[in-house]
């Protein structure tokens, strides 16, 4: 049912390479702290693009992925994958760097299956770590050089890939770290619960359904969500599945009844009451706002 629909009405990745009059003939585009001023995108998106960043300065402005918080301070490196629906929730001034790319980037290489080898570009991974400052050093030292051949063909997927086997290590580095074992456990149920919840939200929107299939009670659930998340359970799906809606309404002409049979709510007046509930407006007050 929902391949019927284009969600492509609005791009984020080629917005902002048309914004930046960047190369349309590249499947890349950099970003800095100046791209997204004039941008005025304050509302959730969906991805479809791949983008790995480094935040070199910042107090912590909030970006959300689904319905996870992250505040995004120095040192911090952040990645995000196709499908996802994100959104800043302020100005986001800090200095960084930023590539976006999509798989036909690696179109010469023999095989672009290491893509998908990446947890952190996928729902449940770990979208934002915080670096040291010799990772932020190695990291920084192929955005440079990324500057420097952005407009060399042969070379860009060379340098990008090297980002993401470095951003990998760093990642593969701090899951290895020694940690106590009851928070570890907890690290894996809400990584387990936001994948879960990304593939069976549309059909599943109560909490005794994640808790099944992670062997646990949804009172434990919601108490582990609650002590790592800030929210529970429920809360969590209520939200992600209106960051799915918000998207929806902005980024396609998708008509209220076919994004409330998307949702997998019963009826356009269910959708519009669960709505307006959590947004404060009704889907087209959203939608025309």
Not at 39 to 54: D, N
Not at 58 to 63: I, L, P, T
Not at 211 to 236: C, D, M, R, W
């Amino acid at each position: 049912m929902q391949k019927k629909f284009n969600l492509k009405s609005f791009n984020l990745f080629e917005f902002l390479k048309h914004q930046n009059a960047h190369n349309f003939n590249l499947p890349f585009f950099l970003a800095d702290r100046h791209t997204y001023q004039n941008a005025h995108v304050s509302f959730p998106f969906r991805t479809f693009a791949y983008g790995l960043g480094i935040t070199y300065t910042g107090k912590g402005e909030v970006f959300k992925i689904g319905s996870t918080d992250y505040s995004l301070k120095a040192r911090c490196l952040t990645t995000v994958g196709p499908g996802m629906v994100c959104q800043w929730t302020g100005n986001y001034t800090a200095e960084h760097d930023t590539v976006y790319f999509t798989e036909e980037l690696f179109g010469g290489m023999k095989s672009k299956s290491f893509l998908h080898s990446l947890h952190f570009f996928f729902h449940g991974g770990n979208h934002v770590i915080e670096l040291t400052d010799e990772q932020v050093k190695k990291i920084r030292s192929l955005f440079d050089l990324l500057k420097v051949l952005k407009d060399d063909e042969d070379a860009i997927p060379g340098i990008v890939h090297s980002l993401l086997m470095l951003a990998n290590s760093f990642h593969s580095a701090q899951c290895h770290k020694p940690k106590n074992a009851s928070v570890s456990r907890k690290e894996e149920i809400v990584h387990q619960f936001r994948k879960l919840v990304a593939e069976h939200f549309a059909e599943h929107k109560e909490v005794a359904y994640y808790a099944t299939h992670l062997n646990i009670t949804p009172k434990y659930l919601s108490e582990v969500l609650q002590a790592e998340l800030g929210k529970s359970a429920k809360v969590f799906i209520d939200e992600f599945v209106m960051m799915e809606a918000r998207s929806l309404l902005k980024q396609t002409s998708m008509s209220i009844q076919e994004i409330c049979h998307w949702l997998g709510f019963e009826d356009a007046s269910h959708f519009t009451k669960s709505f307006k509930k959590l947004v404060k407006y009704t889907p087209t007050e959203y939608r025309k706002g």
